[in-house]
Each structure stands twice: as C-alpha cells, then as structure tokens.
C-alpha cells in the first residue's frame, strides 16, 4: 500500500521522498522540507519502533498523515509519539481501497484529527483518491474501516461458504467458470435484490423495534433452518465454522426473549459481546 500511496502522488506531479524503516534514510525528509509525512506501516508496533528512534526535531513544523493499521488504543498511543517528534499535527487516515485503485477519484479515504491541518493538505490528499475528513479525534477514521470492512468480510465469507457447498453438487462440472457461471445467474441478483432488505433492517434498528409483522421471519424460524443448513453442510463434507457463529447469536437473543423478532435483533447480542476478547 505505501507503494502506491507513493505513485500516486508521483503521477499528480507531487515531490515525493520515500524512506523505510531504517532511520537514517527518514533523513532527506529534513534535507527537503518535506511538509507533509506519510507514515504507512505494517502495524503500530512497527510504527513505534520506527519513530522512537526518528531525531525528535523530525516533525518541526511538519502534518504527520498515519495510514498504520491500529486499534483506538494503539491511535492514541500513536498521537503521542507524533506528539514527541514535535509534529504539529496528527491525522489518522484509513485506505477504503485495494493498492491498485489508489490515486482514483472513486477510491475514498477517511481521515480524522486535526480539522485546520486536514484543511491545509486536503487538496494534497486528493492524489489518493476522494478525501472524507470524520471529525477531530484521530480513532474516527479507524474505527469507519472497521465498520466498513466488517461488512465486506461478512460478505466475501458467505460467499465462500456457498461456494464450498455448491462444489460438493452435481451442478458443478469440471471447468473453469462453473463457480463464475453461478455467480452471474443465481447469487449477483440475489445480492441485488438484497440491498432493499438490508435497508428494511438498519430502519428497525433506528426504531428498536423487531418483532415480526408478518412480511419477515421469526429468529425461531430462522435457528431451525440454520440447523438444518450445518447439518447439510457436515453431511456434504464442507466446513460450517462460519454459520456457527451466526447460530450462536440467533440462540443467544431467542434466550434474551426474542423468540418472535427478524434478524435485525441480533443487533442487542452483538451489542452486549463487548467483554469478549479480541484474538492474538
């Protein structure tokens, strides 16, 4: 990603220093002037470590625009270390694209920290694509990723758990585009035809009420055919780790009294899971 951060700004003609982690190359950035830093590394403790040993004047004067992958926590530790290499600023910002749509005017990238600082390199940021400025606290950004991609993941995963099922059927021959052919005939309307559904869900969670009026499913009906689909999926041999979850949740909230609600009501157990602990 800090490839075609890079490139992006070469081909709007911008003046472009790149240096990696060792810290004696972050030093042209002092030789040229360099008003704007971008920092895209790997992780935030890769970021601590490459910072910490920066010369503390590095950031005199300078906007520090973070593209680091990090939790809130790891943020505003981030901050601070910025912070100590005297940066006037530090601006959290968040990549909603894969490298090879950086730099398209489709391609958006959510920002957040300090508004004058945004404000005074916004035009410089649209190299990369479509800049969105959230507000003045520098974990906004991270956690309008987090928001963003929890849906494309949840959305790739029941792909693939189709998919796996669908291989295991005589609908499939040998072939190239088998899978591609089933995605353009059966599963792309079915995801058209979603989005009306989805918007009828996020309005009963703006109303808090989610018991059936008789145009959905009940969570009841719901659990007993998600039971029957693991079922399916351990006879034909295929993985059901990923329906497992979503059958935990249907249980938790039919416990909860939520016998005769849609699925828009998972929303409360979701919501009550915040003591889980996050993986390794």
Known sequence: MGSALARAFLTKGHKVTVWNRSPAKAAPLAVVGAPLVITCITNSDAFRDTMENLPPSLGSDRI?????????????????????????AYIHGAVMAFPAQ?????????????????????????????????????????????????SMYSWWAGL???????????????????????????LAPLYAHSVEIFRTMCTEIDSGKYETRGDGARLALHLASLRNFSRTLVDQGVSYEIIKPIVALVDERISQGGEDEELSALIEALSGSGSAKAPA
């Not at 693939?160 to 059966?186: C, H, M, N, P, Y």
């Open 102 to 150: 950086v730099g398209r005017e489709e391609s958006f990238l959510y920002y957040s920290g300090n508004r004058s600082a945004f404000t005074s390199v916004e035009s410089i940021l649209s190299a990369l694509g479509t800049p969105v400025y959230l507000d003045d606290d520098p974990i906004s950004a991270a956690l309008q990723e987090v928001i963003i991609v929890s």
């Open 64 to 88: 520090l625009i973070d593209f680091t992958t990090s939790c809130p926590s790891q943020i505003n530790q981030s901050a601070k270390t910025a912070t100590k290499l005297r940066f006037k």
């Open 160 to 186: 693939l758990q189709s998919i796996a099922l669908l291989r295991t059927t005589k609908q499939v021959k040998v072939g190239r585009q088998a899978v591609s052919g089933f995605f353009e005939e059966t």
